[in-house]
């Protein structure tokens, strides 16, 4: 067995899971999640259990000038420019209890395994849990890494307050005092590689039952602040082409973002079609609803309409008031007999494929598809 599949084999789903329930302890909410914002005395304390659970395992705590915690397991070559990864532990207000903690266990699991296997990388393996990744308590978010790559000043950072009107540097001193036996280091150093595992916070891998996929891209994001000027009018006596409405205005605005194909894909829309179909379209449209049981339609309507404010109860009422309707229809004097309302013919004509159900699927499939 290699001393790779030793490693493997040293790696705890049990210990990993359980390290999930302890950290996700430190500012649990009623509902099962995390209030364990940037900074608090709540990460404080998650900050002193992670570097707990390292002791044992030999790896060295170091702290920089923005509060970045890294746990360094150190390599053959000390000189080596280590591989870095983690994520981060602090929370959003209502966050869960997996994102950014499953990327610094995840790490932390690995290194303990290489640690109970003896194995010791040719660079040293470094796990760090990023300042303020959020930004929920200090805006903007995924500042300690920010400042660690040189994209955000530290002294700017220092000096951002929150609603409390508590400063980054305040709160980053607070860290320091509490954790004496973590060293200070400067900020910055140079990366052999950076590896951060995380939960996926969308539904692809589920839907299409993966355990695992690897990210090629990340979305960017840029806020745009636009200000739409209307012209105060009378709505009841100012004709539509002469208002100038500021809402209508930011609507178009918005609708032009995507287009009407785009609102397909996305199923938003059921179809989308030219200007010179919508005619045929809207007939093809209308032959299916003239070839359908004229009460059903009325029925779905009522049902719709009387359901929209309804309870629970009173849309069962109403699905049990169709059936009765539906089957009794025929048995009325003033009401047009309708063949296909009598109880027993829509299975009939389902079972038999008759020349009726050929024709409406005919219409559906036609109306539905290009």
Not at 193 to 217: D, N, T
Not at 264 to 281: M, T
């Amino acid at each position: 067995m290699s001393l790779l599949e030793n490693v493997i084999n040293e790696i705890s789903q049990e210990r990993l899971w359980s390290r999930h329930l302890q950290l996700a302890e430190i500012g649990a909410t009623p509902g099962g999640g995390v209030n364990r914002q940037a900074l608090s005395r709540e990460e404080i304390s998650a900050r002193q259990l992670l570097v707990q659970w390292g002791s044992p395992l030999g790896l060295v705590p170091y702290s920089d000038d923005i509060g970045n915690l890294f746990l360094r397991y150190p390599g053959k070559d000390a000189d080596a420019a280590p591989v870095v990864t983690g994520s981060h532990i602090d929370t959003q207000p209502t966050g869960g209890r997996f994102d950014g903690s499953f990327g610094v266990l995840a790490a932390l699991e690995v290194i303990e395994a290489m640690h109970a296997t003896g194995y010791r990388p040719h660079r040293s393996v470094e796990l760090v849990a990023w300042t303020n990744e959020e930004g929920s308590r200090f805006a903007p978010g995924m500042m300690g890494a920010a400042v660690f790559r040189g994209q955000r000043e530290l002294d700017a950072m220092l000096a951002i307050l929150d609603s409390d009107g508590v400063s980054v540097g305040e709160s980053v001193a607070a860290i320091r005092s509490a954790e004496s036996e973590v060293c200070e280091r400067p900020l910055g150093f140079s990366l052999a590689a950076y590896i951060e595992a995380h939960i996926e916070q969308g539904p692809i891998l589920e839907l299409q039952r993966k355990v695992i996929g690897v990210v090629s891209g990340i979305q960017g994001k840029r806020v745009f602040r636009v200000t739409v000027d209307g012209e105060e009018n009378h709505a009841g006596t100012s004709p539509r082409a002469m208002r100038k409405d500021a809402l209508v205005a930011e609507v178009n605005m918005i609708g032009a973002l995507r287009s009407a194909q785009t609102a397909v894909d996305w199923g938003l829309w059921n179809r989308a079609v030219p200007d010179d179909r919508i005619d045929d379209e809207l007939e093809k449209l209308v032959d299916v609803l003239l070839s359908k049981n004229q009460q059903t339609l009325r029925q779905i309507k009522f049902v719709i309409n009387k359901n929209a404010d309804g309870d629970v109860q009173t849309a069962l009422a109403f699905e049990a008031l169709n059936e009765v309707i539906t089957s009794s229809v025929n048995w009325r004097e003033d009401t047009p007999k309708i063949p296909d309302a009598e109880p027993g013919k829509g299975l009939e004509a389902f079972a038999d494929k008759n020349e009726l159900w050929n024709h409406r699927r005919r219409l559906a499939q036609d109306f539905w598809s290009d």
